[in-house]
């Protein structure tokens, strides 16, 4: 069993989704843990691509483990326990690109140093969202853009139909509706 001998005091989860600025607090511990099962990725060229698969293709791989033998929910309620204490930030990074601009490594370091330093201020993204975001000089979220509020509502129905399908192949461990509920309310604030 692995264990820390310090407490935690952040979760992060790494995605490449060109839809999220740099760096994103959540700031409830069902979105949180909810993010984390629906981890947006794309295939990295160490793994093995299934015939056809497109490595540009966002995929989502819960919690970045792709070797799971125990059923999700188990992760899925850890996490939320975990998230749940008052002590405890879950932020998203993205890597990749925002919108059509590549996420440098100096911005990436940048904005994991504002959270290990303590400088980090964020900005609401959206009323109700759940979100914050870290303010980036050239990665700022035009939240006002009908086309930006698309993009991510295309992004959280595409969380929401993983969710659906898992729930429908995994009926005797599905995850709970309030997953669901949590990007459904990203949605209905935009």
């Not at 407490?7 to 989704?17: F, L, N, P, Q, T």
């Not at 792709?66 to 932020?91: G, H, M, N, T």
Request: glycine share 4%; proline share 7%.
């Amino acid at each position: 069993m692995d264990k820390f001998h310090s407490a935690i005091e952040g979760v992060y989860w790494i995605m490449k989704d060109d839809s999220l600025p740099p760096l994103v607090k959540i700031e409830n511990p069902i979105l949180a843990a909810t993010f984390g099962a629906t981890l947006a990725t794309k295939r990295s060229t160490a793994e093995t691509a299934r015939k056809g698969e497109d490595r540009d293709r966002l995929v989502i791989e819960p919690y970045a483990n792709p070797f799971r033998v125990y059923p999700l929910i188990e992760d899925y309620e850890d996490f939320k326990a975990l998230l749940s204490k008052e002590a405890v930030d879950c932020y998203i990074i993205n890597t990749g690109a925002f919108l059509n601009k590549d996420i440098t490594k100096d911005v990436t370091l940048g904005v994991i140093e504002s959270i290990v330093e303590e400088t980090a201020a964020f900005k609401p993204f959206g009323d109700g969202t759940g979100l914050a975001y870290l303010d980036v000089p050239g990665y700022e979220p035009p939240l006002e853009d009908e086309n930006y509020k698309k993009l991510v509502k295309e992004r959280m129905a595409m969380r929401i139909e993983f969710l659906q399908t898992f729930n429908q192949e995994h009926p005797d461990s599905p995850l709970p509706d309030e997953a669901i509920h949590a990007f459904d309310q990203i949605v209905q604030s935009l």
